[in-house]
Each structure stands twice: as structure tokens, then as C-alpha cells.
């Protein structure tokens, strides 16, 4: 397995708010999960990049733990997190944020270098000198995931990722983060209250309530299942 929670627990202050959360994620799988606002599922992200420190269990990437490394190690290893409101830096230009992630991530062989994320996201070519704050919230998108990408990634977690967008441009990210999985064999977990378009893509099906997970299994397993009333 690629990552792997085994009995995680984790929160805020006082509060915790996600507890006793075991999964295995394999490589190349992409993972939707879901639940209700407040579920705990941007915790759960937050967890497995280091962003939270843990209050139980233990989190494993490709067989190693890693709970107790700091965020610029597991990103080093190949885990990457796509936050919610997409974590531009919206004062450089299009190249210039391209510039300074590849900087620190990009090396020789890597998978997505900047050349390749200019061939994956041609209009980003196009807008190099632009001000990233200033292109629409299609293309801060695409930035943003551009900047997930650059260098070897292994898992990519993206929370939220269609907020802000028309529905055609939700349908060709999602068709673009599915081609770039299996094109590489990258797993993902995707964190969307757009149910049905994250269904779409997903091998698999995580539902949390509460702080828990509910569900775990194949979107046909879902959709056959009651699972709307944790929404």
C-alpha cells in the first residue's frame, strides 16, 4: 500500500475531530472522499500532510511511517496536498510561481518538470506573465494543480478542487487529474461536495460522518447503498 492511516486520530486545540480513521490506499487508485461539511475530511488531509499533528495512530507511506516527519519530507517522499482555495501565490506571474515550486521540487528525472506542465496546461504557456491572481478560476485551477504535480509526485490529495467552477471545467480538471494517474500510476484522493462528478472517477468510495468513516467501497457500492443521508 501507498498510504496507509491505521487508527488516526486528530483535531484542533482542545477538539478532536477525526478519530480512529484506517485506510490503505494503493498506488494508482484514486480515492473519492466524502461526507457533510465538518465531516473531518480536510482534517483527515491535513493529518496525512503534517499539517496537524496526530493524537493517535500512525500514518505509513510506501511502508515507512511518517507521522513524525515535517511537511518538506513527506512532500520530498511524494505526497502532495491541493488545498482548498487552491494555494497560488496570486501576486507572481503564471511562471514565476511555476518557478519557485519547481525550484525546490523538480529534479533531474522527475516526472513533471516545467516543460511538462506547460504541454499538460497549454494555456498556463500561454498566460506565463500573467498575474496569477488575476486569471480566471479555471485557470488558478490549473495553476494549482500544476504546482501539486511539479516533480515526482506519488499521492496527490486535492481538497475541494471544484469550487468556483463551471461545470464544463470541473468535468475536464477531473478528466485531467484521471489521466494523470493512470498515466503515471499516481494515487489521489479527492475531497468533493460535487458527489456525483467525483464518483465519475473514483475506483473507490470513503464516506465520513462525525469524524468517522461509514462507508468504504466501490461507487457502484454506493450508489446502490442509502449513502445520501450523510450529506
Known amino acids: ?38 465531516a473531518g475530511k480536510t482534517t483527515t488531509l491535513r493529518a496525512a500532510m503534517g499539517l496537524l499533528p496526530l493524537r493517535g495512530g500512525e500514518v505509513q507511506f510506501d511502508g515507512r511511517r511518517i507521522d513524525r516527519l515535517d511537511v518538506s519530507h513527506r512532500v520530498a517522499l511524494g505526497l502532495r496536498l491541493l488545498p482548498e482555495g487552491r494555494g497560488i501565490f496570486p501576486d507572481l506571474s503564471v511562471a514565476e510561481n511555476i518557478d519557485v515550486v519547481a525550484a525546490r521540487n523538480v529534479r533531474s528525472g522527475a516526472m513533471f518538470d516545467v516543460p511538462g ?26 495553476l494549482a494543480l500544476s504546482l501539486a ?9 486535492l481538497d475541494e478542487p471544484s469550487i468556483g467552477l463551471a461545470p464544463n471545467l470541473v468535468e475536464r480538471m477531473f478528466q485531467q ?5 493512470r ?7 479527492l475531497v468533493e461536495q ?13 464516506i ?22 450523510y450529506f
Not at 183 to 189: D, K, P, Q, S
Request: hydrophobic share 50%.
Open 1 to 38: 500500500m501507498l498510504l496507509q492511516f491505521a487508527g488516526v486520530a486528530a483535531g484542533y486545540g482542545p477538539k478532536t475531530v477525526v478519530s480512529d480513521i484506517s485506510f490503505a490506499l494503493p498506488p494508482g487508485q484514486i480515492m473519492a472522499l466524502l461526507g457533510h461539511n465538518g
Open 117 to 142: 506542465v506547460y504541454r499538460l496546461f497549454p494555456v498556463l504557456d500561454e498566460r506565463r506573465t500573467t498575474r496569477a491572481g488575476s486569471l480566471s478560476g479555471g485557470q488558478q485551477q490549473m
Open 149 to 157: 504535480i511539479l516533480g515526482s509526485p506519488r499521492c496527490l490529495m
Open 177 to 181: 487529474v484521471q489521466e494523470v494517474c
Open 183 to 189: 498515466a503515471h500510476a499516481m494515487a489521489a484522493i
Open 194 to 206: 460535487n458527489v456525483a462528478a467525483a464518483m465519475r472517477i473514483a475506483d473507490r468510495v470513503v
Open 208 to 229: 465520513m460522518n462525525n469524524g468517522q468513516i461509514v462507508f468504504d467501497g466501490l461507487p457502484d457500492e454506493a450508489r446502490a447503498s442509502n449513502f445520501w443521508h
